[in-house]
């Protein structure tokens, strides 16, 4: 009997998920560079052969939340409420960047374990911060596409780059001084908003200061014709 494809999904995502435990307990027990790909499949008891049907490196396994979590960010910015502002919508999606991932993971031990490897591996830092630039351009492109009549090539980036940076960061410092799951997602939304009251702020003045200097231009060409 062929299996239904939503019980073989569920199937390959308990496998995923399996794959990314067992690397990252590796990697805490005992370090990134030490943990081979051999140690992680027989960890998740699969063969080498499955774990490369499913992840090309052990890198990608360490990345996997991060990836996970843009995933969201992208489904809730295409599923935004007609006429919501972007900034709204770009702050809830960073505050997504704070949640944890995987299910069955209530405390968020495996992004704990995820944010201390790139806090303490130079390596990884680089790697974070290039995996980070390619979610970041893929939420400006995103948002782009969302609201065409509002963006530019060179603000909406910059702002993206705002929000989820300080997201990043406070999800970073609070996982460090040992703060509970919440507490994390409390911090990281505390942060946003500020981030995002300022951004709205600034926009509406840089929004006001066109419209009267396309007012001004437009009343110093008339009295030119007159």
Same mark, same amino acid.
């Given at each position: 009997m062929t299996e239904?494809? #939503?019980?073989?999904? !569920?199937?390959?995502?308990?496998?995923?998920?399996?794959? @990314?435990?067992?690397?990252?307990?590796?990697?805490?027990q005992q370090g990134y560079d030490e943990t081979t790909i051999d140690q992680i499949a027989e960890a998740a008891e699969i063969s080498r052969r499955t774990f490369f049907s499913y992840f090309p490196s052990k890198e990608d396994l360490l990345f996997a939340g991060m =990836?996970?979590?843009?995933? $969201? %960010?992208?489904?809730? %910015?295409?599923?935004?409420?007609?006429h919501e502002p972007m900034i709204d919508v770009l702050t809830l999606a960073a505050e997504e960047m704070a949640g944890h991932p995987w299910d069955g993971d209530p405390d968020g031990d495996l992004g704990r374990i995820e944010i201390r490897l790139i806090h303490? *591996?130079? $390596?990884?830092? $680089?790697? &974070?911060?290039? !995996?980070?630039?390619? *979610?970041?351009?893929r939420i400006a492109e995103a948002?782009?596409?969302?609201?065409?009549? &509002?963006?530019d090539q060179i603000t909406v980036p910059a702002l993206v780059g705002a929000v989820v940076r300080a997201a990043t960061v406070s999800a970073m410092t609070a996982v460090q001084q040992g703060r509970t799951i919440d507490e994390v997602r409390d911090e990281v939304?505390?942060? @946003? =908003? %500020? @981030?995002?009251? #300022?951004?709205?702020?600034s926009l509406s003045q840089a929004e006001r200061h066109a419209s009267q200097t396309d007012r001004h231009g437009s009343q110093e060409l008339s009295g030119s014709e007159a």
């Open positions: 239904q494809p #939503g019980l073989r999904e !569920r199937k390959k995502e308990r496998t995923r998920r399996s794959l @990314v435990e067992a690397a990252l307990r590796l990697f805490a =990836h996970r979590r843009a995933e $969201a %960010i992208l489904r809730g %910015i295409e599923a935004r409420a007609p303490e *591996v130079p $390596a990884l830092q $680089a790697r &974070a911060l290039y !995996r980070l630039s390619v *979610v970041e351009a948002l782009q596409e969302a609201y065409p009549e &509002a963006s939304c505390r942060t @946003v =908003h %500020i @981030v995002g009251d #300022g951004l709205r702020f």
